[in-house]
């Protein structure tokens, strides 16, 4: 069986406070474990259309972002499919482009990954902090494992630091 090429990348604003969130859950993965081969992490900020290298090279793309599900702030969500859209990364707002296209132009290069979202819902992203929230601090572990079990799910495999 062919390994999947992984790429878990965080997306977001770090400068409107939870709309940073998936940079942030990135930032505590590569913190706290070391990865399998086959995966990478990376902060996309709001990159937009410049991820398209790093996104052409894998199979399974996990972003991780701030989603409008209309759930209670702090929601965890997966999503694929029609559901992206709810992610503020598929949308045109503060991102430089809408992940969505960036998928499809991969789609026309023919390599368009596998890809979910794994979010949460903001507490507070029109606010103009470099950090998170204190509330949105106490949902980081649960996304982050969200984020895990996807990775695990796809083939790939990580440990704790110093364990």
Known sequence: METKRILVMGVGNILFTDEGVGVRCVERLEREY????????????????????????????????????????????????????????????????????????CDLLGNRPEAVIIGVEPFDYHTMCAEISKDMEKHLPNMGQAVLNEIKAAGGSWKEKGK
């Open 34 to 105: 070391e990865f399998s081969g086959n995966v990478r992490l990376m902060d996309g900020g709001t990159l937009g259309m410049r991820l398209m290298d790093p996104i052409l090279s894998c199979d399974k793309l996990i972003v991780c972002d701030a989603v409008l599900g209309g759930d209670q702030p702090g929601s965890i969500y997966r999503c694929t499919g029609d559901d992206l859209r709810k992610s503020l990364a598929f949308k045109d707002s503060m991102h430089q482009t809408d992940l969505v296209d960036t998928l499809i132009y």
